[in-house]
């Protein structure tokens, strides 16, 4: 029921995502069940693989995370946590409101232990082809040096074990190479990324360098990476509305992605970008299968804090 | 001197800026005599505007701003440096050493009083038209509130004064528009913000406001400026290695500006980018003669901490 087009484009891009993922897949969509089941038929659908849980509530993009979520305990988000906490859901999408994904998130399947804080994380498209990874960009604005060295930890799995990234390079955000450069925060967290020998660091990096292939996993605070993250978006709009077209700058468009995952929790959980289109959703599934198939959630609980 | 393209580059920028200038506006060359008369008369330049100091000693690149400033009396950063304390110049621009030219000033012309940080100020095309101010850019990586809220009061002058915006708008760079949204300094420097009467605060904008018209100066401090002054940069970058011409993204072209100015000090000073042209140099020397004819320096003064 999430994102400014549900349910219809979620329930389009759940066809869309059955037909590419494997036979043994399975899909619950979670919501308003007589809309949801209209919804299929009305596209065709009469597979197996998708079914309804119903959820009678829905999160509205403008409410509060923690009263919404406390209060609608039979919301589409609230439902969706409970299924992966109770472990009837190997992942969990959606393309609703932000902050209660992730506050849901940290009340129902929790931080894994040892992990300081979870993470949003994103996506970058290389000059070189592929993409990186970008943490976090927008749930923890102000982040300690340890913080930054577990985002390294965080990043770098997900690079290897979702992105197929060997031995992924890790930049620290700043605003000059030189060690020493940067806040007292960047300061700190240089050496201890440096001394982290799970990670291969590389240094710090610029804002020059995010689509080059010096990182691939490149580490922020939430403040920084958030600013970031809309700034490239916002270049990929100008463009669009240009009518430039360029097979890297298509890269930049949400849909390629799909969304957001939030990395270091028990379990797997997925955020979309409000405005997800069917192919939004399609690929968001995608790549939780893939966040699933590659045991992502338990690969973290390794790190130590 | 400075410059990688000095002193050719920089000959060649002050003989454009001349043709523009006032017929009563001088320019000063600072650095080896002879090398500089030379190419005076290669470039064919005859008349009486330009002259020249001479300076022995040039500042390197990568050198340390304050080790290569103490010792290096005679570098046409230093002599530069002062004459603009000695007011026998009004204005000093160099493409040279960022860092030393930062220092010099702090050692030479000094802080206004008051001023709790001087800052570099850089330009943000605008999708309207004209140019929005961003400051700070890399002077100051970890800014206090009262240090944003001054940021504010700076940009709003030169915005005012020195970009012809009336009443410019003022935003703070953060990661949602809501008050109370972002890190604990930016929460703290938005109450400050908004109370400042000498100001027009609109409040929080987010990295996909960089280019469109909410804010006239964007408020941030260092660290996060740099980077999103230099992940600006390698967008126009890669555009340009694409072939992409469009006049908006043309604007990003640091020539265009000619260079960041320091803000907050006792005298005008222009930062040049390493690889100025000979456009870059007359535009800086342009922006410089403008700084100086709105008296931008002296109305910093007006600030109270």
């Known amino acids: 029921m999430g994102g400014d087009f549900a349910p219809e484009a979620v329930v389009k891009g759940a066809i869309l995502a059955v037909q590419q993922l494997n036979p043994e897949d399975k899909i619950l969509l979670i919501g308003q069940e007589d809309i949801i089941q209209a919804l299929l038929q009305e596209n065709g659908y009469t597979g197996t693989a998708i079914s309804i849980v119903h959820a009678s509530q829905v999160i509205e993009m403008g409410e509060h995370p923690t009263k919404a979520l406390s209060q609608k305990t039979d919301s589409s988000i609230a439902v969706g946590y409970g299924l992966l906490k109770m472990q009837k859901a190997d992942a969990f999408c959606s393309a609703g409101n932000t902050g209660a994904m ?44 340890e913080v930054l060295e577990q985002f390294g930890e965080l990043g770098s799995i997900y ?87 360029d097979p890297f700058f298509d890269k930049f468009n949400y849909e390629a992605v799909g969304g957001s995952p939030i990395l270091g929790i028990n379990g797997n959980a997925v955020i979309g970008h409000g405005v997800s289109s069917p192919n939004a959703i399609c690929n968001m599934v995608l790549q939780a299968q893939k966040m699933v198939s590659s045991n992502i959630s338990e690969r973290f609980k390794k790190i130590i804090a």
């Open 102 to 145: 992730l506050v849901g998130a940290m009340f129902s399947v929790k931080a894994i232990e040892g992990i300081l804080r979870p993470s949003i994380a994103s996506f970058v498209p290389k000059l070189n082809g592929g993409y990186g990874i970008i943490l976090d960009v927008g749930a923890n604005a102000d982040c300690k040096p």
């Open 159 to 245: 690079a290897k074990y979702v992105l197929d990234i060997d031995n992924p390079k890790v930049g620290l955000m700043n605003l000059g190479e030189e060690e020493g450069k940067g806040t007292v925060v960047t300061q700190a967290a240089y050496p201890r990324l440096k001394a982290n020998t799970s990670i291969h660091f590389i240094g710090n990096i610029e804002g020059r360098d995010l689509f080059n292939d010096k990182a691939d996993v490149i580490v922020c605070d939430g403040y920084t990476g958030n600013i970031i993250l809309k700034l490239a978006e916002s270049f990929y709009d100008i463009l669009s509305e240009k009518g430039i077209k």
